[in-house]
């Protein structure tokens, strides 16, 4: 395409002229045309926002859902078995929560309660060990094959769930 516009000034001037023509009969001038524009933009505006609105509406319900499925399903802790240690090897947890003991370490241990509560056998390398703490309490344990390995969890009561509490107040969507 070639051009035939000799400076900045001339092209500023010719793209004024464009602008303030009259337009024939039955077109927009320059200024209904950029109102139109910015009506279009706003209906632009109003319908990102809507579908924001439903996004956001969408994953409010889904997180909703997924909450009510996972106060239902106990909590996990994790204690993983390295260099000859658990870490941590103190966890304090709520009752009905699951414990998970990962071995980590490349010789076999145990988790054996002091009380003989629970005991896992022995568990190799990449291998794990789950117990429900139901009641609250305090629970020692060791590794019977390395006994210097110790470690504790205490149980506390589970707090009680808001939702089930009549007095609680709710949110409504």
Known sequence: ????IRSRTEAKFLLH???????AVGCRTWHQR??????????????????HSLIFMAILFVSSIELSCSEETPANAIVRIED???QPDFVSVESETTV???????????ITADDSSFDSGSIGKGSEFKHTFHQ????????????SMTGKIAVTEAKPDPSSDPSAPSIGL
């Not at 950029?34 to 109003?46: A, E, R």
């Not at 309490?137 to 060791?142: D, R, V």
Request: overall charge neutral.
């Open 17 to 23: 002229e464009r602008f303030r023509e009259v337009p």
């Open 136 to 147: 609250p309490g305090n629970y020692s344990y060791h590794c019977a094959i390395h006994p």
């Open 100 to 110: 998970v003991w990962i071995n980590d370490d490349s010789a076999p241990h145990t």
């Open 34 to 51: 950029l109102n139109g524009f910015k009506s279009d933009i706003k209906k632009d505006v109003i319908l990102m926002i809507n579908k």
């Open 1 to 4: 395409m070639s051009c035939n």
């Open 84 to 86: 000859f240690s658990f």
